[in-house]
């Protein structure tokens, strides 16, 4: 059987003016349409294909990769409402299915909501939800404090953001933790800060200090070393350039650079630092 909503690589086993028809095994042959055809599509090779259903609920091919597959979550902007839901530009011609009964507030066009993609087992159609406490777990003890994870910003609380961690589970950031305002939508690395004891999961965008430290000293050495021993990115630069190389506060930098300095594996200049001669 082949994975609905999932890149799936099949066998061609028939050419036709249309297209080539793919081994999908038990669920038969599946079109993929001539305008996906690449040039080593002949028969006996196989193809990285994307698997979805047509609008007449029949399985189909493509070599388009959607932003989002099944499992996993993204912010998608909404191009259609009508009375059967929403609908979003998942970056496929046939667009992505929100039912009213899975958005968490009522969508409106032209705006973007982070949501999760789903199989609907009856139907075996695609669809998506912005109810995203009703596929995700908000409570587990599979992660470990200090664990580097994936997030993805999905809400704003009065105690903070609410994130997506690694398209499985749903977390908070306490406004204390969060450095600088954050934008529903944006992808960002973070840590597990804890878990409580109900197994809700709490975040933070920096490990601890000691440790958070250590680890950057270490690739702030790294980043010199891969620009010939200099960086323009000194204590006196701006906060967004530093989080952007290396995922961090400009005060947690700034610590870092003494710390280097006081070891003497660096020299600070008023425009760059670099390796000693």
């Known amino acids: 059987m082949v994975s609905i909503g999932q890149i799936n690589h099949l066998k061609v086993v028939k050419q036709v003016d249309f297209g080539v028809f793919l081994d999908g095994g038990s669920d038969g042959n599946i079109l993929l349409p001539r305008r996906y055809v690449p040039q080593q599509a002949e028969v006996g090779n196989s193809l990285d294909v994307f698997i979805y259903l047509d609008s007449e609920d029949d399985l189909i091919a493509t070599t388009e990769?959607?932003?989002?597959?099944?499992?996993?979550?993204?912010?998608?902007?909404?191009?259609?409402v009508n009375q059967h839901g929403a609908f979003l530009d998942w970056g496929l011609s046939k667009e992505l299915?929100?039912?009213?009964?899975?958005?968490?507030?009522?969508?409106?066009?032209g705006k973007s909501y982070v949501v999760t993609v789903y199989l609907d087992k009856s139907t075996q159609r695609l669809a998506a939800s912005s109810r995203l406490s009703k596929h995700l777990q908000e409570h587990s003890r599979r992660f470990r404090p200090q664990q580097a994870v994936d997030l993805?910003?999905?809400?704003?609380?009065?105690?903070?953001?609410?994130a997506v961690i690694n398209h499985t589970h749903?977390?908070?950031?306490?406004?204390?933790?969060?450095?600088?305002p954050l934008k529903t939508g944006t992808r960002i690395k973070g840590y597990i800060k804890d878990i409580r004891r109900d197994g809700k999961i709490d975040l933070s965008l920096q490990l601890p200090p000691v440790q958070q430290r250590d680890a950057l000293t270490e690739e702030i050495m790294a980043h010199l070393e891969a620009n010939g021993g200099v960086s323009n990115l000194t204590d006196k630069s701006p906060p967004d350039d530093i989080y952007q190389a290396f995922n961090v506060?400009?005060?947690?930098?700034?610590?870092?650079?003494?710390?280097?300095?006081?070891a003497r594996r660096i020299v600070i200049e008023k425009e760059r630092i670099r390796l000693p001669d």
């Open 65 to 80: 990769t959607p932003k989002v597959m099944v499992g996993e979550c993204a912010y998608l902007k909404v191009t259609d």
């Open 97 to 109: 299915l929100v039912p009213f009964n899975e958005q968490h507030r009522r969508m409106e066009e």
């Open 152 to 162: 993805l910003i999905s809400d704003r609380s009065d105690m903070g953001y609410k």
């Open 170 to 180: 749903l977390g908070l950031i306490f406004r204390d933790d969060a450095f600088k």
């Open 249 to 262: 506060s400009k005060g947690s930098y700034k610590k870092a650079l003494g710390a280097l300095y006081k």
